[in-house]
């Protein structure tokens, strides 16, 4: 049994570039980094899954969490400035596991038709881990394709943002494959005041292993997604 965690800590360079309610509410973007690291610093989960980490956030992450070991994905797309100019020192995006212990690398890679997406993989504890952050258009069939391939040989985990309800991705995912269910009254993973969009878009998914007890976290507006925990196995 391990606990996990999964978590899109929003890149500003999106915040700006799609006019997101979290610029505003946090206009100096090293106070918003510092309020991401406490949120992480403060779980205990053994894994624990970041999307949209910027370079600013990596080093903060490091800084703040010595005893963590840290897996990452470089992606090959640096996001750029539309709207407003760039904050960031270090404007490169990551997708990025915390470990409590010892992990193996088993791929790190980013989507063949979307170089801001891709897919992250260790092996710990006997599971494969998995954490994605999947395109939220068409091409996201050929990238749940590719999750499955990478985690066929199971046990696995997928944590991650998925851009889907939770029957679409069972659905895109296939046999074998079970999205841990959130309560009746739980949390938005990502809220929204309007659109049709889900607002229950990410997700902890195990292959051959049981996903329990997913919760939803407030993180108190430190990012447009709040943080999904569960205990797997």
Same mark, same amino acid.
């Given at each position: 049994?391990?606990?996990?965690?999964?978590?899109?800590?929003?890149?500003?360079?999106?915040?700006?570039?799609?006019?997101?309610?979290?610029?505003?509410?946090?206009?100096?973007?090293?106070?918003?980094?510092?309020?991401?690291?406490?949120?992480?610093?403060? &779980?205990?989960?053994?894994?624990?899954?970041?999307?949209?980490?910027?370079?600013? %956030?990596?080093? *903060?992450?490091?800084?703040?969490?010595?005893?963590?070991?840290?897996?990452?994905?470089?992606?090959?797309?640096?996001? =750029?400035? &539309?709207?407003?100019?760039?904050?960031?020192?270090? =404007?490169?995006?990551?997708?990025?596991?915390?470990?409590?212990?010892?992990?193996?690398?088993?791929?790190?890679?980013?989507?063949?038709?979307?170089?801001?997406?891709?897919?992250?993989?260790?092996?710990?504890?006997?599971?494969?881990? *998995?954490?994605?952050?999947?395109?939220?258009?068409?091409? &996201?069939?050929?990238?749940?394709?590719?999750? &499955?391939?990478?985690?066929? *040989?199971?046990?696995?985990?997928?944590?991650?943002?998925?851009?889907?309800? =939770?029957?679409?991705?069972?659905?895109?995912?296939?046999?074998?494959?079970?999205?841990?269910?959130?309560?009746?009254? *739980?949390?938005?993973? =990502?809220?929204?005041?309007?659109?049709?969009?889900? %607002?229950?878009?990410?997700?902890?998914?195990?292959?051959?292993?049981?996903?329990?007890?997913?919760?939803?976290?407030?993180?108190?507006?430190?990012?447009?997604?709040?943080?999904?925990?569960?205990?797997?196995?």
């Amino acid at each position: 049994m391990i606990t996990v965690a999964t978590w899109n800590v929003l890149h500003r360079v999106h915040a700006d570039n799609w006019d997101s309610d979290i610029a505003g509410r946090w206009p100096i973007e090293a106070e918003r980094i510092e309020a991401v690291t406490a949120v992480v610093a403060a &779980r205990a989960e053994s894994v624990i899954a970041l999307m949209e980490v910027s370079g600013d %956030q990596l080093v *903060a992450l490091r800084n703040a969490l010595p005893a963590r070991e840290f897996h990452v994905l470089n992606y090959p797309r640096v996001p =750029r400035p &539309r709207r407003l100019a760039n904050v960031l020192e270090h =404007r490169t995006e990551h997708l990025v596991i915390l470990v409590d212990g010892t992990a193996r690398p088993v791929a790190a890679e980013s989507f063949g038709f979307d170089p801001g997406k891709g897919v992250l993989v260790i092996e710990f504890d006997g599971l494969l881990i *998995a954490a994605t952050h999947v395109t939220g258009d068409e091409r &996201r069939g050929e990238q749940l394709v590719r999750l &499955r391939e990478l985690t066929a *040989a199971g046990p696995a985990v997928l944590l991650g943002d998925f851009n889907i309800d =939770r029957a679409t991705l069972a659905a895109g995912l296939g046999d074998g494959y079970t999205v841990g269910e959130f309560a009746p009254d *739980a949390l938005p993973t =990502r809220p929204r005041d309007a659109g049709a969009k889900s %607002q229950y878009i990410d997700h902890v998914v195990g292959h051959g292993v049981p996903v329990r007890e997913v919760v939803v976290e407030d993180v108190a507006g430190a990012s447009d997604h709040n943080l999904v925990r569960a205990i797997v196995g």
